[in-house]
């Protein structure tokens, strides 16, 4: 997330399900949600709450004259259709408002970029309401300011991620896996995946057999005695590996073509998502590497080259051709669940070899 930036969520779950989503957000590193107090009270959570309710920590005010309670932060929602709203948004916050709800229809950018130049020098907070996770990025990131908080309405945690992705804040947890078994497996396609970003040492992809076991698959930008460096590329696996896309549902390799948007993970788990230059499938040597995490043991086919690289948990590269049973590299892991179409399915029973 930007530095003293909020993304509050508006959330779109039944109500049986609210709990575990409000549990779901705290992981997602969310603090804020536009949700009335009093729809949550019998649920155990950090999460502040924005609403139109005294007992609320924001509390929304219906009109300027409406009596502030002590102790909370106070503001309201404006509609923006015209430079009057914003001269009316700097008369009210001048009297004292915490923050203003910021709704803009059709123009986005101007209007916005207007509130934020005149309401930069003052205290006051400018949320900012977000139809998709694209509106997120851009909202944050207007005039380089940015607004204070984007108010997303969600219905699910992947949607959630997405947001959190494309703002560069997403992370996962990357363990360290031991490798059990090294071996050829004769020709097969791999795809090479170039992307329209620089990729940076320690970044990579995740690409596995199994969903629920993914190698941090590191790029090309070290390079060897008879490659030069190409620090666009992720010599990612074979065809039918999967890799995890920024929404939070896997793609195959053979899957990814030009436009297609990836995740890149640095080797602390930190998330970005880059758009993919383009996709090149070519038969090659290829070899097929295992390894164990915990209970859990996943593998990889990849190619068998000197410039397709592991990280190691100390952040040091190895190559597949060098690499030897005992070795400890970098992987993402977890509980295995079904998924459909790319779509995680929690409580289906799935079983990879």
């Not at 609320?56 to 259709?81: C, H, M, N, Q, W």
């Not at 494309?166 to 490798?179: C, E, M, T, V």
């Not at 383009?278 to 038969?283: D, G, L, P, V, Y």
């Amino acid at each position: 997330m930007p530095k003293n930036k909020e993304l509050i969520i508006l959330p779109k779950v039944p109500r049986l399900q609210l709990g575990k989503f409000l549990a779901q957000l705290e992981n997602e590193g969310i603090n804020m949600i536009y949700l009335d107090p009093k729809s949550i009270s019998k649920i155990k959570t950090k999460l502040a709450t924005v609403y139109p309710s005294t007992s609320a920590k924001y509390v929304i005010l219906d009109k300027e004259s409406s009596t502030k309670p002590k102790g909370k932060k106070v503001g309201r929602k404006f509609k923006v259709l015209s430079n009057n709203d914003i001269e009316k948004i700097l008369v009210s916050a001048k009297k004292g408002l915490d923050f203003v709800i910021v709704e803009v229809k059709d123009w986005k950018i101007i209007p916005l970029e207007n509130i934020i130049a005149k309401l930069h020098k003052i205290h006051t907070k400018i949320f900012a309401i977000a139809k998709n996770p694209e509106e997120v990025r851009k909202m944050f990131s207007i005039l380089e300011v940015g607004v204070d908080g984007v108010i997303f309405n969600a219905s699910s945690i992947s949607e959630v991620g997405e947001a959190l992705v494309y703002l560069g804040s997403r992370s996962f947890d990357l363990k360290p896996a031991k490798i059990i078994e090294i071996k050829e497996v004769g020709d097969g396609e791999r795809v090479c995946v170039d992307t329209a970003s620089m990729l940076h040492r320690g970044e990579g992809m995740l690409i596995g057999n199994r969903s629920n076991f993914m190698f941090l698959v590191h790029n090309e930008s070290v390079g060897s005695s008879f490659t030069s460096p190409r620090p666009f590329r992720v010599n990612a696996g074979a065809v039918h590996c999967y890799t995890l896309s920024p929404d939070g549902t896997t793609n195959y390799l053979s899957e990814i073509e030009t436009g297609s948007e990836v995740l890149v993970l640095d080797s602390k788990g930190r998330a970005r998502r880059v758009t993919v230059g383009r996709s090149k499938i070519e038969r090659r040597p290829m070899l097929m590497i295992k390894a164990q995490s915990g209970e859990e043991v996943g593998g990889i086919i990849a190619q068998d080259a000197e410039t397709i690289r592991f990280v190691k948990p100390n952040g040091h590269l190895v190559s597949v051709t060098h690499l030897k049973k005992g070795d400890s590299v970098l992987v993402y892991s977890k509980t295995a669940s079904g998924r459909h179409f790319g779509m995680e399915v929690s409580d289906e029973y799935i079983l990879e070899k």
